[in-house]
């Protein structure tokens, strides 16, 4: 069976704005850290990281931030557990707001793209 080589592509549409590249590493680094793809953080965590004040209008800046992350990505032959896809729209992750924390599930999919198909990574801080 011959390997297909996979081809690097710039996969974002716009630059992450400076808070939202923040939030991503964050939680890019604390699925590393925990090694989960499944999340619970308090609002509290995220006011400190993004520098809010907590109120309402913080939690939907956060709520923003998500919806910023979670533009879809358009990757072109991709391939993930044995199936290959011609075009591949895919979310950084789904998240739920809680009363007190934020749920998130990170999409492996997407954590598969930005390691092997993208030019463009983010996620990374070493770079």
Known sequence: MVKKEIIKQNLLAE????????????IYNTHITYDSMELEIKFSTF??????????DSINDIIWLFEELNEPLAVKNFEFDGKTTQLKFIQFCNYKINKQTVSIVLNDEYI???KNYM?????????
């Open 47 to 56: 006011y400190k990281l993004l520098d809010l004040q907590p109120c309402k």
């Open 15 to 26: 630059t992450l704005s400076p808070k939202a590249l923040k939030l991503a590493r964050a």
């Open 119 to 127: 030019k463009d990574s983010f996620l990374d801080i070493r770079k």
């Open 112 to 114: 598969h793209a930005h």
